[in-house]
């Protein structure tokens, strides 16, 4: 039982994990339309260029036309807090 548990719980925050990438990479191709640079975008969020370019690209297919659509309270997405 205690697998099973545990296994389900590891599910959740897989997806709590897809979530809010989709809800950075959102906001990130939000940012990068302003004339800021991958460079820049990733100093601004304290990511590595690569994660802004793997977290922008946006996920490929999904099941839903509503899923990963970006929404007003999806543009804070960098450490310190400032709204993008």
């Known amino acids: 039982m205690e697998v099973l548990l545990g296994l389900s719980a ?4 897989a997806h709590l994990v897809r ?5 950075v990479g959102a906001a990130l191709r939000r940012i990068l339309t ?6 820049q975008a990733a100093t601004l969020c ?8 793997r977290l922008s690209r946006g996920r490929r297919s999904t ?3 509503a899923k990963g659509r970006p929404r ?5 997405v960098c450490p310190d807090g400032q709204r993008q």
Request: glycine share 6%.
């Open 19 to 23: 979530d809010a990438e989709t809800r």
């Open 63 to 65: 099941s839903s036309g």
């Open 10 to 13: 590891r599910d959740h925050a």
């Open 34 to 39: 302003e004339d800021i640079t991958a460079e």
């Open 46 to 53: 304290g990511l590595t260029v690569a994660d802004v370019r």
């Open 72 to 76: 007003q309270q999806d543009a804070t």
